[in-house]
C-alpha cells in the first residue's frame, strides 16, 4: 500500500472525524480535532493514501519538554500493515526534533496490540489510572518513552 506521513490538513478534518468514530467509544468532535492542528504545542500527523484517503493518524501536545501522545488511531481495513509503526516513528522523530524529554500516552489496559505496539518503540508502562475510560469502564495504562537520557532529574541544580 503507497501512503505518505505528513502533517493532518485542515481539509482533513472529516476523515479523521470519521475514524475517530470507527475506533473509539468516545471520539473527539471536529472543534477538538482542529485544535489539534500543528501549531507550537502540537503535532498533528497522518498517513494518507496517495488517492487522499486518511489511513491513520497520531496527534500530540507538548509543552516546554514534555509530550503527550493525545491520540493514535488506523482505520480498522488498514490495521496490521505497519502504519501504527510509521506513525510513531515519524512523531519520535518530530520528537527528537524538538528536544523533548520525554513523551507520555494512556491506553486501555485491555488494548494488548496497542500496548504491544507501545512497547515495540520503547514506551514502558509506569502507572495505571483506576477507571479511566468510559464505554465501557476500563483502566488505563500509562506509558512513556524517555528522548533525552542525557538529562535526569536527579542532575537537576535547584
Same mark, same amino acid.
Given at each position: 500500500?503507497d501512503?505518505?506521513i ?8 472529516p476523515q479523521?472525524?470519521?475514524l475517530?468514530k470507527?475506533c ?5 468532535t471536529e472543534?477538538?480535532l ?6 507550537n ?5 497522518a498517513?494518507v493514501?496517495?488517492?487522499g484517503?486518511?489511513l491513520?493518524y497520531?496527534?500530540m501536545m507538548?509543552? #516546554?519538554d514534555e509530550?503527550y501522545?493525545s +491520540?493514535v488511531?488506523v !482505520?480498522?481495513g =488498514? ?6 509503526d510509521?506513525l510513531i516513528?515519524a512523531?519520535?522523530?518530530?520528537c527528537?526534533a524538538?528536544?523533548l524529554?520525554?513523551?507520555?500516552l494512556?491506553?486501555r489496559a ?8 507501545y512497547e515495540?518503540?520503547?514506551?514502558a508502562r ?5 477507571n479511566?475510560?468510559d464505554?465501557?469502564r476500563?483502566?488505563a #495504562?500509562?506509558?512513556?518513552?524517555y528522548l +533525552?537520557?542525557g538529562? !535526569?532529574?536527579? =542532575?537537576l541544580?535547584?
Amino acid at each position: 500500500m503507497d501512503y505518505s506521513i505528513r502533517d493532518v490538513l485542515p481539509g482533513e478534518i472529516p476523515q479523521i472525524e470519521a475514524l475517530e468514530k470507527a475506533c473509539f467509544s468516545m471520539p473527539w468532535t471536529e472543534d477538538q480535532l482542529k485544535g489539534q492542528l500543528r501549531d507550537n504545542q502540537h503535532e498533528f500527523i497522518a498517513a494518507v493514501s496517495a488517492g487522499g484517503t486518511v489511513l491513520g493518524y497520531i496527534g500530540m501536545m507538548y509543552v #516546554l519538554d514534555e509530550g503527550y501522545i493525545s +491520540n493514535v488511531a488506523v !482505520s480498522p481495513g =488498514n490495521r496490521r500493515r505497519g502504519i501504527g509503526d510509521a506513525l510513531i516513528l515519524a512523531l519520535l522523530k518530530r520528537c527528537a526534533a524538538l528536544g523533548l524529554s520525554f513523551v507520555t500516552l494512556e491506553v486501555r489496559a485491555g488494548n494488548t496490540p496497542a500496548i504491544a505496539l507501545y512497547e515495540k518503540h520503547g514506551f514502558a508502562r509506569v502507572g495505571l489510572r483506576k477507571n479511566y475510560y468510559d464505554h465501557p469502564r476500563e483502566d488505563a #495504562l500509562l506509558m512513556t518513552k524517555y528522548l +533525552n537520557r542525557g538529562k !535526569s532529574f536527579e =542532575n537537576l541544580s535547584v
